[in-house]
């Protein structure tokens, strides 16, 4: 199991503003819970306020489930060009089902997604993202 400071994850998210800022996206999309923290903050040093949340369930703790939830899917209709982030891409299942259901709702939304980790044996590489997960992450906003 690896921590993941609060320190680094400053670190982290001041590295992949620069990229996200070029691509400029219009609104920031976090998939709760686990990319809210992450979302808050890049939309903060982005100066993004348009700042939505989309729920998914796809664990019930540290055990994946069979089947994603996706619900209370936000108003983006105004948008041509989001940020999709998200604390881990683990499967690739995740973030995959919640880009599916937002392009079928909104079939012109541009969708670039934005991680702290992934793994390399995922389904989906992320647009932007700066760790390669090799263990389980236990995230600073995790415990307290």
Do not use: C
């Amino acid at each position: 199991m690896i921590h993941y400071s609060y320190s680094q994850f400053i670190k982290d998210v001041k590295s992949l503003e620069k990229d996200i800022r070029v691509y400029s996206p219009e609104a920031v999309v976090a998939i709760a819970r686990g990319g809210v923290t992450f979302g808050h903050f890049i939309s903060s040093l982005l100066d993004i306020r348009n700042f939505y949340t989309i729920n998914s369930i796809h664990y019930n703790d540290t055990k994946k489930l069979d089947d994603i939830h996706i619900f209370n899917i936000p108003d983006l209709e105004r948008y041509n060009t989001i940020l999709l982030v998200d604390d881990i891409i683990d499967s690739g299942d995740t973030i995959e089902e919640v880009i599916k259901v937002l392009k079928a709702k909104y079939p012109k939304l541009q969708i670039k997604t934005a991680t702290l980790f992934y793994k390399k044996t995922a389904k989906i590489e992320p647009d932007f993202s700066v760790n390669e997960a090799t263990d389980w992450i236990e995230f600073f906003w995790e415990k307290f």
